[in-house]
Every structure is written in structure tokens, then in C-alpha cells.
């Protein structure tokens, strides 16, 4: 499910108790402007600080709540790449050595 932003704002301004009309003032806006950020799913960072300083709450925490971060995968996958690459580099490692070995027999 997609998180949005400007639902969770609205939201949380309706809890609060605090109309648009107000938070508008409140972040130096217009109403028009809070009406259109609570259409969206994203917004500004420096808009997002002053809302949540105004409703006092945390809405970054809420967004990264909702992301699916699989540290632990990631970690795996780029420990296969390199587990990957370094057999590789092994297998030139051995191929250099039998063209040395064999430069050996040829002088």
C-alpha cells in the first residue's frame, strides 16, 4: 500500500483539532496550499518540518515506518557479488600462474 502523505497529515491536523485555515497561518501558507498538500502523497522536507513542528508530530518516522528495508538481504546479495567476483579473479589468478609455468618450459 502506498503511504500518503498528505492523508496522514490531514488526519493527524483533524485529531489535533487544528482546521486548515489555521495550520495555513501557522506555516505562513495558504489555505489553498494546505488543501492542496493534504491531495498529496508527498511534500516538500522543509514544509514537512514546519508541519510537524505546528501539529506537534513525527511524520518521517511514519514514512520510514512504511518502507521495507531487508538489511539483511541486501547485506547477502552484495556478499554473493562479491564472493562472485573474487572466485573469478581466482580463476584468472590460476590461469595467469599455468601460462607462467608453461612460459617456463618454452625458454
Not at 12 to 38: F, V
Not at 39 to 55: A, H, Q, Y
Amino acid at each position: 500500500m502506498q503511504f500518503h502523505l498528505g492523508k496522514k497529515i490531514r488526519e493527524y491536523a483533524k485529531l489535533k483539532g487544528i482546521k486548515h485555515t489555521e495550520l495555513a497561518q501557522r506555516i505562513i501558507t495558504s489555505k489553498q496550499n494546505i488543501q492542496n498538500i493534504y491531495r498529496r502523497e508527498s511534500i516538500d522536507i522543509l514544509l514537512l518540518v514546519k508541519i510537524c513542528n505546528v501539529l506537534e508530530y513525527n511524520f518521517f518516522t511514519d514514512y520510514l515506518a512504511q518502507l521495507d528495508f531487508d538489511v539483511e538481504k541486501e547485506i547477502k546479495e552484495v556478499l554473493n557479488v562479491l564472493k562472485q567476483s573474487l572466485q573469478e579473479k581466482n580463476k584468472e589468478i590460476e590461469y595467469l600462474k599455468e601460462i607462467i609455468e608453461l612460459q617456463k618450459y618454452i625458454r
